[in-house]
């Protein structure tokens, strides 16, 4: 390829740098090959991580990774990984700017805050059964993919952006918002890691080029922009007579120096929440019921016990769905959720983090100072150490005193289940995801007996940071008590 300037000019320098560029040309690829070469002799003699084991072409190029990434199959990729060199670390650090970020927003996360939105929640909860009674009537195989997505997107809108966004209501991926995320999960999962290699996807001109392809997006911060703009010109007392919700909290928020979040500090907390709060939870509720409907057994005995409470309510609960705080209380939903959650964390890949000032020593290697080290939830989670031979299984009953572990063995589970990351990273909406995920599926299985569309294929799932389930159909039925209660 010859190396042609793009922009012309004049003069000597031009031309000298034009002669420069053009007699060190035939040296730019042995120079290349040449660095490669020595880097990967430092990875191979030197370099301070070297000893620790791992897949032999992973030593000499990213690439590897990139190319396992790509293919969507992380989720088995690192559990083989994990079986064959049986060696898993990590460790968190906390900087003063994270921890103020974080502070800021923690009364929007906070359970109080999330129970007094329960109702908004459940709303959006009718909505679905609405719209699954429906296909329930007609015989009509709900996909799941859709449904918990669509349910997890509407509450994030609802709570944190101004409204729910729609998709419920029109049973529609609105303005393609779900696609966009994942594609950009996709991209950021694959190169983002490497740095500089973003430039790739995240520069004027590719965003110009992204821009016109998928202007739906825009759209759609034009939307947020919208919600944000109307909250803010709120009158004071219709403001006094409403509820708070977590954008309120969002508003209120202050800037490090005192005065009060710029509008765009707000939209950043809604984004963060549309990004990091909607597929994760959509991925909980189907973990859990997949979960469930593959194991009918189970299903039946999470209905009974759902059906008790329901049975149970006080005087003045009668006619009204489930509340959260009565679902959290019931023993086989609990141990449900939790192993499901357990065996298919959401987030797959790594959770990133640098070795301390000093350097760290773990499982007898040394780990020098600002090295960044990382670790898969779901190898986590599969820690024989910590979970038993069975831990590749599903025993819900591991988490249930006196039945399957003891109270000792079931802290020391909570512990290390890191389905929702660990020290003061730890996931921030972790209090939604379980009201959500908690209510959805005390509703669910009061509601229908479900069956797998597809019993040979029940649901495929694909990892782009976040693991998936797609193609997850269900064949519904009403119960009569449903019904009949309507
Ligand atoms: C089942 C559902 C969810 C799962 C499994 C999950 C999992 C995680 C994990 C593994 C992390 C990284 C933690 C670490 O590095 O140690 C994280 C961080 C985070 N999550 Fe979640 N999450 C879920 C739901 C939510 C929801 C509903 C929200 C917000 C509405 C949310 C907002 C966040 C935010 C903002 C962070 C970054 C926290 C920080 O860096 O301080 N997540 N989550």
Redesign the pocket.
Known sequence: MALEPLFLDSGLAYSQSVQFLRSVQPYLPAVLVGAWVLSCLYSVFLHPLRNIPGPYLAKFTEAWRTYKYARGKWHEDILTLHRKYDFMFFH?IDTTE?AF??KRVSAA?SMSTVLSLEPEIQEVQDAVWAQLDNAAHNGRQVDMHEWASYFAFDV?GKL?LGAPIGFVKQATDVMDIIKSIHIGFYQMGNVGYIPGQMLWVYNPITQFIQSLLSSDFAKFHMWNREQLAKRLAEPAEERATRKRDMLDHFISMKEPDGSPATQGSILIEGG??IG???D??S??IRTVLAQLVLHQEDYLRVQKEVDQAYAQRTAEDAGKRLQYLATEKLPYLTACVKEA?RLH???VWQ?PREAPANGIEIAGHYVPPSATISMS?LAQNRDRGVFGPSADEWRPARWMPAQGSTDAEIKQMEKYN?????????????N??TV??YKFIADFVHRYNARFGNPYRPYVVKSQWFSYQADMFLQLELRDTVSKQA
Not at 421 to 427: A, L, Q
Request: hydrophobic fraction near 45%; proline fraction near 8%; glycine fraction near 12%.
């Open positions: 968190s994270h970020l974080r996360f994030v944190a963060n929440i990091a709060g909607a994760t939870t991925i909980g959650l964390p959401s987030i959770l939830p890191v389905t929702f990351g660990y020290g003061p990273r730890v996931c921030v909406g972790k939604l995801a959500e995920i």
